[in-house]
DNA sequence: GTGGTCTAGACCACC
DNA sequence: GTGGTCTAGACCACG
């Protein structure tokens, strides 16, 4: 998958990190159980500092969304049911953007048609890249590094 | 309508502000043209900074949904459909919400049932609070409603 | 002419006052000698403050675009060249301007181009509603004070 | 590059220093990439406020000129075509002082002239100041040049 | 009276 | 180290 950090973005790097990587997940290219680069590794790859990266993971891992294990390393955690805390955070977030929605004249059905549109988005089947690999990580030797801003493909 | 601002909270107190003003647009508590309290009456109500609510409301003005008036302060906007920078902001972060949802076992059905909610939610015609008087801000002399940490009505 | 304020615009309302009138000289809707509405009248038809008309009137008086006689009101100034400190506000002006437009990809030919307009911009002969009078501003007793935001017509 | 503040001015400090660096870019002092002091350095060398300094660091931000690294402070930002909103101020304020001009008796083609010399302005080398160094800010050390009222070099 | 600006100093998040 | 945020209090411009 690809990975884009905006080093001027006024969102931390951290957060970048970790949505980019939940985005992964969600949209399939990071399967269930599959590994994710080391810490070290994506630090070094992305020009961004270890610990970084570092708190990125925690909070993958506190939100349940990756596993960490010190002999392996990190992976995609196994899809439990954790909904715990997220409810909460889905609604209060959705009241918002609704709210905005509503008011920037924007309909109850093109909002709905948007998330469906999201939610229906299929794992574009990325074979050209993946091609003969499990898409796990350590299989994988070379691994572009984009110039420019810190587009990184892992 | 009411505001409560958690100071502890480690969203910026200007932040809540700006979406909890957001939310009473929305939801039809804030009527467009209804004046808001001036920077100065919000400030000691809440017991936050001048300059705090100043930015918060400095933010609502550049995104359209308030104007300020050097003689009568800041008031609802009118709806104008300026959706200029908001449809990006609304997919990315759709985006992210639907990842998360998919991973967490929240169902296209399901999150669509919760937006369609947020949008069918009617402005609960609250005549219990404002019964007698037409509503208007002026009109209502004490309406500082403090509790705990910072919970506050007008 | 027509003159519009603007309430909730951030920029001072005796600014505004003071920048249509020198518009409405530049584009010759007020002539040379022709009388400008008294300051009480103009008040009381934008509904704004008599300071305020008064404040712009004085700054039209100094920069040398009005001539205020206490008898007969005020009336646009005989076009002498009294460019003294103009040129240098000129200047410093269209060098931020300038600049600007570099650093945006606005061209020199543009830019030019522009200003070329404006300077060429005839004063489209509004026959139809200074028919008959000299354009004298008592002799037109009606005027139009369009309702909205302030829009009102002298 | 110089900076000039003028502390008895009637427009503010933030304005000041926001249109000064725009000038300087526009001027080709500062180049794109190029990093511009700290706002704590800035704020100190020239004696103001760091909150002033903020305030205009996030003007320049919100126009596009320059880009904000949580990392490495601000550089000014790659000359991206955001024309957006631009046109529109730049034609209000071109007609505003054509206008302004023809009252004063300055002629279409010595504006033009004007505005062509602006235009044509080459950033002078500035060989004499930073004859040695690359120009690097960071290998300046003691770039603080204050006299007077405000006058700082960087 | 309103909002706009500025100061001096503090604490925190990020990297 | 950087920028981001917040405070308490002051002064000014505007209307």
New interface residues.
Partial sequence: MIITIH??S?V??YVQLR?QI??G???GELKEGEALPTIRQLAEDAGINLMTVNKAYQILKNE??IEIDRRHGAKVAP?E???GE??EK??S??????????????G?EE??R???E???RKPEADDTENKGNGGSFEETPERLLREGEGELCF
Same sequence: chains 1, 2, 3, 4.
């Fill in positions: 080093m001027t006024e931390p790097i949505n939940v985005l997940i969600g949209r349940g969304f899809q049911v954790k909904q997220f409810r889905l609604a977030e959705l009241e918002l953007l609704t709210a905005e929605s509503k008011i920037k004249g924007i109850k909002f709905l948007l998330c469906a999201f939610f229906d």
